[in-house]
Nanobody, 123 residues
Framework: QVQLVESGGGLVQAGGSLRLSCTGS????????MGWFRQAPGKAREFVAA????????FYADSVKGRFTISRDNAKNTVYLQMNSLKPEDTAVYYC????????????????WGQGTQVTVSS
């Protein structure tokens, strides 16, 4: 089992920045990839970014490419999502996920999920 706890959400003005953190505990050695997803009210959960265990490979949704950066610190079992140039359309609950699959952009391939953290971007 793996437990994930997110932090770092909040309210920010458009153009501002936030950094989300996700700390894992338990059998994190079994995890191959970590991802961030988000869900806005009335919308489906969507992929945001992912990173493989080695940290060498990162993946981004087109909507956040160039603005968001995912990174990880394996010693701390923590994954980060640095979000810059935030837009009102980035408003959503952001979820951290951990999975054993190499498929990184589909939520059903992730095995564990955090509780989510709210990000609100005002215009």
């Amino acid at each position: 089992q793996v437990q994930l706890v997110e932090s770092g959400g909040g309210l920010v003005q458009a153009g501002g920045s936030l950094r989300l953190s996700c700390t894992g505990s338990g059998r994190t050695d079994t995890i191959y990839a970590m991802g961030w997803f988000r869900q806005a009210p009335g919308k489906a959960r969507e992929f945001v970014a992912a990173i493989r265990r080695s940290g060498e490979s990162t993946f981004y949704a087109d909507s956040v490419k160039g603005r968001f950066t995912i990174s990880r610190d394996n010693a701390k079992n923590t994954v980060y999502l640095q979000m810059n140039s935030l837009k009102p359309e980035d408003t959503a609950v952001y979820y951290c996920a951990a999975g054993r699959s190499s498929i990184y952009s589909i939520s059903s391939y992730y095995n564990y999920w955090g509780q989510g953290t709210q990000v609100t971007v005002s215009s």
